[in-house]
């Protein structure tokens, strides 16, 4: 535990007391919802935890996006604004170890699991240094016991955990890296052909991917290092063959969180066809919101909650082809730097290609084909891969790793989920 709060204070020691704050918080209310002796009490410990955890979400990661938007409605009908304004500064990690602490009392609630009294090992679970600040989002029911119980660390272990962290420095620094500067590069174009937008957006669903997933892969692979086991946050999900399938393939504990604790109590999909919907569409919005207080990604929430929609209406649509297609117009809303800015990067008009544009273009295709080959071939253990308890032999992480090494930049990109 003190080692966790040592590393979260080593980026801003100020935001220390917001991780202290939903620990304390959520531990309280797992003991109250415990001994409570009515209904009514039972929900008021448990909406103590919501409101509070989500309060404080709400107002570091949403204050500017609510302030910046009420400007321009007040501008829209005539009324001058304040001038005074507040920039809070988003803590780093927060909408990660937000859910995850607040998933605790939720399963409490809900008689998954009982409460624990043990506050040093609740903390220690809630601020798990190597998943703090991008996760995955590990379960009490998962995690939390890991801390209660010896922990053996073995040979095994330690080379199936030093496995996954040169699996996931290479996905970061070899591909997702590398793919980087042809993407930022594209997206910054004042006016892009829509050609060459839809190349970078290509480029961006792989980089993001390697980027997300290689942080993942370190996280769990440091993790077995420690004797700990994180879950698998991503299971080789553009093999997907269905749009539904994606979502079960990429950002698992995501995923399952908004399934478990938002979909299914809104009624999921036992509700009538239009409840479904609106089930679909809330969900999906509020899990793009989760990425950044920004409309293009409630957009990009949107656009995935009416694809799974016309899944379950039209389920002869679904195949592998239309859920890439489906994927990678949802990775342009995402990517996108502003919605004001989309006109200008789907024009006809412009230079296509320009050289820079193709001088990154083929290295682009050549990392992400790689990456692809590598994958299927050597794909990381766990979820419902075919090679599940496969370890690679140490010489391929050790050629893992020279590659690492010999791609690295000084100044690297920071993983992307950072800002999350």
């Known amino acids: 535990m003190g080692g966790s709060y040592l590393f979260y204070a080593a980026w801003d020691w100020r935001f220390l007391g917001l991780i202290v704050f939903s620990t304390l918080l959520d531990y309280a209310a797992g003991l109250g919802i415990a001994a409570a002796h009515s209904q009514n009490r039972r929900r008021a410990w448990m909406l103590a935890s919501v409101v509070g955890n989500l309060g404080v979400l709400g107002f570091f990661k949403y204050w500017n996006f609510f302030q910046e938007n009420a400007a321009v409605l007040l501008n829209a009908i005539g009324l001058a604004p304040s001038s005074f304004t507040l920039t809070v500064l988003l803590p780093v990690g927060i909408s990660f170890y937000t859910f995850q602490t607040m998933s605790y009392t939720l399963d409490v609630y809900a008689r998954r699991m009982d409460p624990t009294r043990d506050l040093a090992a609740f903390a220690a679970y809630v601020a798990f240094f190597p998943q703090l600040v991008a996760g995955p989002i590990e379960r009490a029911r998962h995690l939390l016991p890991q801390f209660q119980t010896p922990r053996r660390i073995t040979a095994d ?21 590398q793919l980087a500067p042809f993407v930022d590069a594209a997206f910054g174009v004042e006016r892009a052909h829509i050609a060459l937008t839809a190349a970078a957006t290509v480029a961006f669903g792989f980089q993001i991917y390697a980027d997300f997933s290689g942080y993942s892969d370190i996280a ?13 946050n991503f299971n080789r999900p553009y093999i997907a063959k269905s749009l539904r399938e994606f979502w079960r393939r990429w950002h698992i504990s995501l995923s399952t969180w908004l399934r478990d604790y938002l979909y299914i109590p809104l009624g999921g999909g036992r509700a009538t066809p239009p409840k479904t919907l609106r089930n679909l569409l809330i969900t999906m919005a509020l899990g793009g919101l989760w990425h950044g207080a920004a409309w293009h990604f409630a957009l990009w929430g949107v656009w995935h909650g009416i694809g799974l929609a016309l899944e379950r209406m039209l389920p002869r649509v679904a195949s592998r082809w239309t859920a890439w297609s489906w994927v990678f117009v949802g990775w342009f809303l995402f990517r996108v730097p502003a919605l004001e800015r989309m006109p200008s990067l789907l024009a006809h008009t412009g230079a296509a290609w320009p050289v820079w544009a193709v001088e990154m273009l083929i290295p682009s295709g050549c990392l992400i084909a790689a990456l692809l080959m590598l994958e299927r071939r050597l794909p990381a253990d ?7 308890g496969f370890r690679r032999p140490a010489w391929v992480s050790g050629c893992l790793l020279v590659a690492v090494l010999a791609c690295a930049r000084e100044h690297a990109p920071a993983f992307i989920y950072f800002q999350f």
């Open 157 to 177: 272990a330690l080379q199936r955990g030093v496995d996954l962290i040169a699996w996931g420095l290479f996905k970061k620094v070899v591909v997702a890296d």
């Open 220 to 232: 769990r692979g440091l993790a077995r290092v420690l004797g700990f086991e994180l879950m698998v």
């Open 382 to 388: 766990g979820g419902e891969s075919p090679a599940q």
